[in-house]
């Protein structure tokens, strides 16, 4: 496959000939811009991973993982000790104000995880949240957090995936205010928002003794531009100081040029291919194991990742990061093998292949590259190329069965933040197995770290036998900033603007 190569040098020279009159600290703004277009502010109503990127910067959680060490430290809470195998007991901290100037108490996280748990709230990804029953008082600083059973993960999604909002202003004015004006405690407070388009992020000088560590940048300015062309044409001119997500081709150019610091950096996102195996949008030839595992053999997987996403891009070979807690890795492969899987074409009745609707959402690239390895097996792809909420809006209703999906885990170490997602009968569960949920379920459960592995690992032997989804491969990330920045890419996809300043 000879590689795609985007119009990266066609837009540097673009890029070149317009000036490069680069933005300077002197305003203490740092230009940044998001690729995609978020649904709304609210942390709880969007499932980008932009939106989380913009929620840990205004809203702090009751604990905070330390990216280098992997140690859960108090930020909200200053203390934590289990109850009983359902029961987390917090103390807060004292003395913390929302930008609002409201106080923070036990009454907020209260409210906040009351809301979010509550189904006819319906939150965008209740994953995130559904493992817990409820919150409960116990007075003005300590506050119970009651799980639905036994969920050893409970540290790890708190301290990512529940945002603590403040419980007077959120009763208010609800997720459309919210979205409107977002109020956290975290170290930038928000100055301004134009939905989907711009974003203007304050350093709040009040903010607390918090692990997150008080921000140096004195404003964050976001604007959402979704043709990485034109963001680099915005890095050249100056008019940006920051960029991500920069295709490989471009990125190398820009490292050679030496005018911007580039910095590669592996993810826990992984491409996936999905099918309608339990035919919730009708009939279709994916009910058949052997069309599901033609397309396993179709797709030249590691051509994609040496010619399209290079970096530090693995083929995955199951349905969850390797690095994952629980991330069975010896799983059934499906090397590519094109004969094979026109073989297995022909034993479902599809001799002669056939015509089918191909999604996707991002890496248009990527996707033209799958479809072109499926129609030299005969499987005929027309693409329906979406913004991700249409796709995600179409799945939830069991249609968009067939296509090409990514997913970060939130950076949420734990397969439960994946597997557990997709395979558990949830609106986007497209296998529908019963004994893969059960299985799931033991593993999500259970305190017993090697009952845990061993559900997960007979869930993902499962799913990798029968074909429910073709892993593709992780993500890399390249960022690319001015030589004004310091800054360090973590693993996790997150970008924390508070922890960057000027050189």
């Known amino acids: ?33 998001f690729s ?36 859960y430290i108090g930020n909200l809470a200053s203390s934590w000790e289990w109850i009983d195998d359902t029961t987390l007991e917090f103390k807060l901290r004292e003395g913390i104000k929302f930008h609002n100037g409201e106080e923070f108490d036990a009454d907020d996280v209260v409210y906040t995880v009351n809301y979010v748990v509550d189904p006819d709230n319906h939150v965008v990804v209740p994953g995130n949240v559904n493992w817990m029953e409820s919150a409960e008082k116990i007075d003005k600083y300590t506050v119970r957090i009651h799980t639905k059973g036994p969920f050893p993960a409970a540290l790890e999604y708190l301290a990512g995936l529940v ?22 405690t975290g170290p930038y407070m928000v100055e301004s928002v134009d939905p989907g388009k711009h974003y203007v992020l304050k350093k709040y000088d009040d903010y607390h003794e918090s692990p997150k560590g008080k921000a140096s940048i004195g404003t964050i ?26 295709p490989s081709d471009q990125a190398t150019q820009l490292k050679a040029m030496d005018q911007f610091t580039v910095s590669n950096e592996s993810t826990m996102r992984i491409g996936y291919i999905t099918m309608d ?112 909420s249409a796709l995600r809006e179409m799945q939830q209703k069991g249609d968009a069965g067939f296509g090409f999906l990514t997913w970060g885990s939130n950076s949420i170490a734990d397969v439960s933040a994946i597997t557990s997602l997709f395979f558990k009968f949830g609106n986007q569960d497209f296998a529908r197995d019963e004994e893969v949920k059960n299985w799931l379920d033991a593993g999500d459960t259970t305190v017993d770290g090697e009952v845990r592995k061993e559900n997960y690992s007979k869930a993902l032997k499962k799913i990798a036998d029968e074909a429910y989804w073709i892993p593709l491969f992780s993500y890399n990330t390249n960022y690319v900033f001015t030589k004004e920045v310091d800054f360090s890419p973590s693993p996790d996809e997150i970008v924390r603007f508070f922890e960057m300043s000027w050189k």
Request: glycine share 8%.
């Open 221 to 246: 300015d976001i604007r959402t531009i979704p043709d990485v062309n034109t963001q680099m044409a915005e890095l050249f001119s100056g008019g940006i100081d920051m960029i991500w997500n920069v």
């Open 36 to 71: 995609k277009e978020l649904e709304t502010t609210d942390f709880y109503f969007q499932s980008a991973r932009e939106g989380t990127i913009l929620a840990r910067q205004v809203w702090d959680g009751l604990v905070y993982r330390d990216q280098k060490t992997g140690e």
């Open 1 to 33: 496959m000879k590689p795609i190569i985007a119009t990266g040098a066609i837009a540097l020279a673009a890029a070149l000939s317009s000036g490069q009159a680069f933005a300077n600290k002197a305003d203490d703004t740092l230009h940044t811009a």
């Open 277 to 388: 195996a339990a035919g919730r949008g009708g009939e279709n030839p994916f009910q058949k194991k052997e069309v599901r595992e033609a397309v396993g053999y179709a797709i030249d997987r590691q051509a994609i990742v040496d010619n399209l996403l290079q970096g530090s891009s693995k083929v995955v070979p199951s349905a969850c990061y390797p690095s994952q807690f629980g991330c069975e890795q010896d799983v059934k492969a499906y090397p590519y093998d094109p004969e094979k899987a026109k073989e297995l074409l022909a034993e479902a009745g599809y001799p002669d292949g056939f015509t089918i609707d191909f999604y996707a959402y991002r890496n248009r690239p990527y996707a033209e590259a799958m479809m072109a390895y499926l129609a030299e097996v005969g499987i005929k792809t027309d693409l329906n190329y979406l913004q991700y």
């Open 163 to 184: 945002s603590i909002y403040p419980n007077e202003y959120y009763a208010e004015v609800g997720p459309t205010g919210m979205g409107q004006k977002p109020v956290g």
